[in-house]
């Protein structure tokens, strides 16, 4: 009788525990510093914070680049920029490569010393032309092939990663080219590198 009556409490006390082990998850909004430092006790892939380091210091070298800024003056007008990819050449395939090609464009666009123009959008104008041009749409409003600006500088550049790893230990060394080259003369005008370093180390666990 008494084991009867001890059964339903124990079941009880069960569910009370089972229930507030599940209920545990919790979600809250921080700031990029502290996300940043989060993640890195997570993983040691590449992280947005990463993006915005290495764009910041290749613009920086960029108005640091006496050839360069030499260039420019010697233009004597606001460069057409076509940007190309920077290209992932990583063995990660998951590497964020949208998202920094995307950054470098914002801080170049924010800069105002450039005129942009990217591969996708030439295509899509492209497109859009053609189509204009094909009878579709009235032929007084429709726009001319032949009248883009022409570039005079294009970008592309490329990342490579190179990860060296011993007794759970690991340091992958990440290396971000950039170059710029003049589309009429064929001459590069800027190139810069810049590096960035990710140490993570596998704990053993054991008693």
Known sequence: ??????KPFLIYIFLVFTLAGCSSFQAKRIGEQE????????????LSKDTQIVISKLLKR???HKGFQRYLRKLGKTPV???????????????????????FLNKIS???????????????????ITYQNDGMVD???AKLVGKQTGADLIILGNV??????????????YSINLR???????VEVFRARTKVSKYSEQKKVGW
């Open 1 to 6: 009788m008494r084991n009867s009556m001890w």
């Open 81 to 103: 920029v076509f940007i190309g990819e920077v290209q992932n050449l990583t063995s990660d395939a998951y590497f964020p490569i949208s998202d920094l090609n995307d950054e």
């Open 62 to 64: 960029m108005n640091n």
């Open 35 to 46: 996300s940043d430092e989060k993640a890195l006790g997570i993983t040691d892939k590449w």
């Open 110 to 128: 924010e800069t105002g010393d450039f005129i942009l123009v990217d591969s996708a959008a030439r295509k899509t104008i492209l497109e859009e």
């Open 180 to 186: 710029m080259t003049d589309i009429e003369r064929g």
């Open 139 to 141: 032929p007084n409003t």
């Open 160 to 173: 490579y990663m190179k990860p060296e790893s011993r007794d759970g230990k690991t340091i992958k060394q």
